[in-house]
């Protein structure tokens, strides 16, 4: 038994000094593609940062990011985290019906303080008509495939107290109620945090409702598939190999329609509404209108005149497509990366309605619609 013993702790500390060895021999990675976000650096080393504490969360932080094959151990992790029916792994809850979930966490006084942003938004940019349209993330219309006892604050109840906050001119769109009423549909993604583009088209129907314009039928459309391996941000955190990828689906427009897409202020144009390249990516959402940027301004062929900023998460990306059959001229803002006086912006476009599109779970951290109260 000491033989076996020894042998043990031998083996073990091989395993561990060659875990070290491999994390200390490979070369940083600035990006993680698993994960669509930038890795830590090896934080910046001095005295103040060492006695405040914030080297060591730095370097934990560094740690975890660049640890060597991290994405094969997380997969045995959340393996081992379903044998022994935990309910979550990095945060991500095991679903039903192969869903994922990331639990809603009590909103905080951001919340609140971005409901105000736009309050003072509002004060300048009287006679122009903004819309709002907050949505839910899959765990809300889903509750019952969360596994027993998973603890989650309500999407709806913060969506309500943003409404009840925002004081000033502004006509909310109620995507919750039509995308509970559609749930039977593929309208979220199993794997992602994103809802898919036939959750985007029900919350587009109930845009144009409250935006007193006529709707397209989905009869319109052409629908089609264009990935069946996209696996999303809850994949990243969760890495369970038993989940099954998402499929991807398309509304190409049956009637004559273009689209001239300038990005950025004219650093890249597009003639279409979709990045084909993402689809070879893991990042496949970005086939949306190829992602992130500061700016997109949309050109279409609708001559009415008629002209729409959209201060927004990424969730407008897969909307987007369908908002553009109705607008000669779209404005798509991303206020994390532009800090113009937007009241003023509105101004100088001669912008006739505004619409805020920011999932709730987004909404309530985002620390950006700041930039509304210059």
């Known amino acids: 038994m000491k033989r076996l013993n020894t042998i043990m702790i031998v083996v073990f500390a091989v395993f561990i000094g060659g875990i070290a060895c491999m994390n200390l021999l490979a070369d940083d990675q600035p990006f993680s593609q698993a994960e669509n976000r930038p890795l830590m650096e090896f934080p910046k080393v001095s005295l103040d940062r060492i006695t405040s504490g914030a080297f060591t969360k ?10 060597v094959h991290k994405r094969f151990w997380t997969s045995i992790k959340a393996t081992a985290q379903k044998v022994v029916l935990k309910k979550d792994n990095n945060g991500v809850y095991f679903g039903e019906d192969g869903y994922l979930f990331e639990k809603f966490k009590p909103p905080s006084e951001q919340l609140d303080a971005n409901s105000e942003s736009i309050s003072r938004f509002l ?12 949505a839910p993330t899959s765990i809300e219309i889903y509750p019952d495939k969360l596994p027993k006892f998973a603890q989650t604050a309500s999407e709806t109840a913060a969506i309500q107290r943003v409404e009840e906050q925002v004081k000033g001119d502004i006509s909310w769109i109620d995507a919750t109620g039509a995308l509970k009423a559609a749930k039977e549909q593929p309208i979220y993604f199993h794997t992602d945090h994103h809802w898919t583009t036939h959750g985007a088209y029900v919350a587009y129907r109930a845009a144009m409702e409250k935006m007193g314009m006529a709707p ?21 955190k969760a890495n369970d190999p038993s989940v099954e990828s998402d499929e991807i689906d398309v509304f190409e427009p049956k009637f004559h329609v273009s689209y001239d897409v300038d990005i950025d202020d004219g650093q890249s144009k597009m003639d279409s509404l979709y990045a084909w390249e993402f689809l070879e990516k893991r990042d496949q959402y970005s086939l949306f209108l190829g992602g992130n940027h500061r700016a997109v301004t949309i050109h279409s062929n609708v001559k009415n005149g008629r002209k729409l900023m959209i201060f927004k998460d990424s969730y407008a990306h897969a909307l987007v497509p369908f908002l553009a059959n109705h607008f000669e001229e779209i404005y798509m803002v991303d206020l994390r990366y532009d800090h113009r006086d937007m009241a003023q912006v509105v101004k100088e476009k001669e912008i006739q309605d ?5 999932n709730i779970a987004g909404f309530a951290e985002d620390e950006n619609l700041i930039w509304l109260r210059q």
């Open 123 to 134: 004060e300048k940019t009287k006679g122009v008509s903004v819309y709002g349209l907050l």
């Open 216 to 236: 397209l039928s989905s009869d319109e459309f052409a629908i089609r598939t264009v990935s069946k391996n996209f696996r999303g941000t809850y994949d990243a």
């Open 354 to 358: 505004v619409l805020f599109v920011y």
């Open 58 to 67: 730095d370097v934990e932080t560094y740690l975890s990011d660049q640890f």
